[in-house]
């Protein structure tokens, strides 16, 4: 759950952008922020860390973020001078959200035991576009205790495929 300042703030950067037109530029900063932030404890922690000075912090994420937009770049100086550069992940969620709504983009998540193959991702692409007519990314989730098969998440709809269920499953008709 984003705080209400995250949604305020990405509200804002997304009509910004609309009017800058620099909507497919400050798109990527998000996305490379989301991405920062999942794979990186370090950035997580330059983000919440007071020791570091605000001017540090900023010279960092542009040196992450290369080719940063100018209202990226604005945005994290207006995060830092309200001292609310803790929420720019929750932000650029935010943001992603909102542009996906905009765009008709859906998401869907695959969960599996290691990463799929372009086969299956454009397999699982196909059979998606039966069930809807919104354009689909896909994000692929590993997660070594479902031991294989996989779990789809998409528009409130769960499909459980995983070895780890099936087993439940079984396990749970054999004591009965």
Known sequence: MRSRAAIRYSKAIFQIATESNSLSMVKKD????ITTHKSSS?????LKNPLISYADKKEIIA???????????????????????SIMNDVAIGFNEIYNQKNNIAKATVITAIP????????????????????????NII?????????????????????????NKLKSELIQ
Do not use: H, P
């Not at 998000?30 to 922020?33: L, Y």
């Not at 799929?116 to 994000?139: A, F, W």
């Not at 789809?152 to 495929?161: G, I």
């Open 143 to 167: 997660d070594k205790t479902i031991l294989g098969g996989f779990i789809l998440r998409f528009e409130n709809t769960e499909y459980n495929a995983s070895f780890s269920q099936k087993l």
């Open 63 to 85: 040196n992450i973020l290369l080719d940063m937009s100018d209202d990226t770049s604005n945005l994290i100086d207006l995060l830092i001078k309200n001292k609310r550069l």
């Open 30 to 33: 998000m996305d490379a922020i």
């Open 116 to 139: 799929i193959s372009e086969v299956v991702r454009s397999q699982i692409l196909n059979k998606i576009k039966t069930l809807s007519d919104k354009s689909v990314e896909i994000e």
């Open 42 to 46: 370090d950035f997580k922690n330059l």
